[in-house]
């Protein structure tokens, strides 16, 4: 299967530039670019795209308002958003997940590391480093204002075993580190990580570690001194 990628970014050299890079791979290809986020909008309706990469600076309405208007359409539920940015900020990060951004790169990020964050949240995964996963999704899921995505009361609907994975997917820690830990095949752990998006009505991944925040079955650690 060929995954379908949006290129948004108000750079026409940069659109090339991962353009070329992205047609070169057997497995993807583009099938649109857009220099503003309503562009990205308009023209991820018209195409469908399984991933959009997404910048955050562009003219008119920015790629985290274009993020939101994707994410909210139930006509593109199968549209994964990945942010990739100059700017890293925590702020910008946060705003991105709440939002419904899959993923969130630097665009100092390698080649190879660009083509497999594509091919991460086009198969459902947040891509987030462990580090990045602790320290910016609790910061922000902390915030009285924060809206909670599921009720707490819905984790009763998980099984002892989906409740860990669920835990360490949370910690930052992927599905090969998730099934070593655990001693599980990677398929199992895939195939619980799934209930547990379906139990909880998490979008994916990085939807169902904000709700593990947010219901209290995984707490911020405290910051260090």
Do not use: W
Not at 118 to 143: C, D, N
Request: charged share 25%; with cysteine.
């Amino acid at each position: 299967m060929t995954l379908r990628v949006l290129l948004a970014d108000d750079q026409a050299l940069l659109r090339g530039t991962f353009r070329m890079l992205i047609d070169s791979c057997d497995d993807m290809e583009v099938v649109g670019e857009a220099a503003t986020g309503r562009e990205a909008v308009d023209t991820a309706r018209a195409e469908r795209p399984d991933v959009v990469v997404m910048d955050i600076r562009m003219p008119g309405t920015d790629g985290l308002a274009a993020t939101a208007e994707i994410c909210a359409d139930p006509d593109l539920s199968g549209t994964r958003v990945l942010i990739l940015t100059m700017f890293e900020t925590e702020e910008y990060v946060a705003q991105a997940l709440r939002v419904g951004a899959s993923g969130f790169l630097g665009k100092y990020v390698t080649t190879d590391t660009l083509l497999a964050g594509i091919r991460t949240v086009a198969a459902g995964e947040a891509l987030l480093s462990p580090g990045a996963t602790q320290a910016l999704i609790t910061r922000f899921l902390t915030t009285p204002s924060t809206p909670p995505l599921a009720p707490a009361e819905r984790l009763a609907d998980l099984t002892p075993r989906e409740q860990e994975v669920t835990v360490l997917a949370a910690q930052g820690r992927s599905n090969d580190e998730i099934a070593a830990h655990l001693v599980l095949s990677v398929l199992t752990v895939r195939t619980h990580v799934q209930r547990a998006m379906t139990k909880l009505g998490a979008r994916d991944r990085a939807q169902l570690v904000v709700i593990a925040y947010q219901s209290g079955l995984v707490r911020p650690e405290p910051p260090r001194g």
